[in-house]
Nanobody, 118 residues
Framework: QVQLVESGGGSVQAGGSLRLSCTASRYTYSTYCMGWFRQAPGKEREGVAH???????SYADSVKGRFTISKDNAKNTLYLQMDSLKPEDTAMYYCAAKKLCFAGYNYWGQGTQVTVSS
């Protein structure tokens, strides 16, 4: 069983930055595929950014050029650097992991709230 714990959320004004972190209970990042998701009130959960075991990344169109996903295998930590934040980025952010990259995510954190004010 893998436990994921997010941190780094908070309130920020539009145009500001935040960095989210996600630590795992056991060593996962070198071999697992990881991702960040978000869910705003009344909306479906959406994938924000993903990183596979070899470091390749992908992003939702809405965050391209503003968000950066990265991982530090030595620290067993996943990051999401969020710059040029917009009010529409307000949501609960979750990190997720999966051992089989072609399958769905099967490990989830509890979430961290990000609120962007205009």
């Amino acid at each position: 069983q893998v436990q994921l714990v997010e941190s780094g959320g908070g309130s920020v004004q539009a145009g500001g930055s935040l960095r989210l972190s996600c630590t795992a209970s056991r060593y996962t990042y070198s071999t697992y595929c990881m991702g960040w998701f978000r869910q705003a009130p009344g909306k479906e959960r959406e994938g924000v950014a993903h990183i596979v075991s070899d470091g390749r990344t992908s992003y939702a169109d809405s965050v391209k050029g503003r968000f950066t996903i990265s991982k530090d295998n030595a620290k067993n930590t996943l990051y999401l650097q969020m710059d040029s934040l917009k009010p529409e980025d307000t949501a609960m952010y979750y990190c997720a992991a999966k051992k089989l990259c072609f399958a769905g995510y099967n490990y989830w954190g509890q979430g961290t709230q990000v609120t962007v004010s205009s």
